[in-house]
């Protein structure tokens, strides 16, 4: 059986002619976890465009639907566009180096693992800057969809964002949150008050459909007429284990609050500084993007902060 130090030498040798190649099994590391869901496109549409794309969102007007009159000669309207708002792209990018011997000895672990795990890094830093846009949205003074509010969630705010957004939007796609922020719910989901009794006086009905899916399940689906998803927090990395995900903001989702782009492609560079021995090996990969919140009453946002 080959032992390590022959074993790491064979690829080191296969690393100094194609650094791609570089030994993944050497050491085996624990990679860091990343945001798996799409929480982004839950929040917002999200677009991916092409460099010299149109920067700018526009509105088509003028089409109008007039009833003929008999012998009347037939109007044609002025179709105008409006240029109604447009993007400021900013620039993301995520660069690391290294002593180019370790590089090539594949102690680091190979390249193409590097380079997943930047990108990984790249989307978890889009998914986190929404939902900080979002949570920052959230820190005015209370509204009609802006909820400041001391934890827990409570069955008049829960209600009142969805029957606002409903309203608004037409719809209510979802109850976006952790389950720190939405397990509160579970006290309150499987309980209704009575056909035209007041809700916030008259005792409450048990649903024992309701009621049955917590017990099984210890969680809900659906309360209100509305789905719920509840996220589970995602660390940066065992060691430091810093939370990604919000745990006291719950989003009550329409449509079309808002649209999040990324402008071109994810751009790569890698080159090696001669002026250190050993020699810094260095990658840097970088990506424009933007994001506009041009309907915000189309979603609500729930703080829920403890006092």
């Not at 499987?190 to 409450?204: D, I, K, M, Q």
Request: glycine share 6%.
């Amino acid at each position: 059986m080959i032992d390590t130090n022959t074993f790491k030498k064979a690829y080191a040798e296969l690393a100094k002619t194609d650094r791609k190649a570089l030994a993944e099994l050497i050491v085996q590391y624990i990679d860091p976890e990343h945001i798996t869901q799409d929480i982004m496109g839950i929040y917002l549409n999200t677009r991916s465009l092409n460099i010299g794309d149109v920067l700018v969102k526009k509105v088509r007007r003028g089409i109008e639907v007039r009833q003929l009159v008999p012998g009347q000669n037939t109007l044609a309207s002025q179709i105008t566009v409006k240029e109604s708002m447009n993007y400021t792209l900013d620039t993301a990018y995520a660069e690391v180096s290294h002593n180019e011997w370790e590089v090539e000895s594949g102690e680091i672990g190979s390249v193409d693992d590097i380079r997943k795990e930047m990108t990984a890094k790249l989307a978890d830093f889009y998914q986190v800057k929404v939902m900080n846009a979002l949570y920052t949205l959230a820190t005015i003074n209370d509204s009609k969809n802006f909820y400041y509010v001391s934890a827990p969630i409570t069955r008049t705010t829960l209600e009142n964002a969805i029957d606002y957004i409903a309203d608004t939007a037409g719809s209510v796609k979802s109850v976006v949150g952790r389950r720190t922020a939405l397990a509160p719910i579970t006290k309150f989901a499987g309980y209704r008050a009575g056909v035209g009794a007041n809700e916030s006086t008259a005792p409450l009905v048990a649903v024992p459909s309701a009621l049955e899916e917590i017990r099984r399940t210890g969680w809900f689906g659906v309360y209100y007429g509305a789905n719920f998803v509840s996220l589970e927090q995602v660390y940066d990395n065992v060691y430091d284990r810093t939370g990604l995900i919000k745990d006291n903001m719950i989003v009550v989702v329409g449509k079309d609050c808002g649209e999040f782009i990324t402008y071109g492609p994810v751009r790569e560079e890698q080159w090696t500084n001669m002026g250190t021995l050993p020699p810094t090996w260095h990658i840097r990969i970088s990506q424009q993007f933007g994001m506009m919140f041009d309907r915000m009453e189309n979603v609500a946002i729930i703080r829920t902060d403890n006092t």
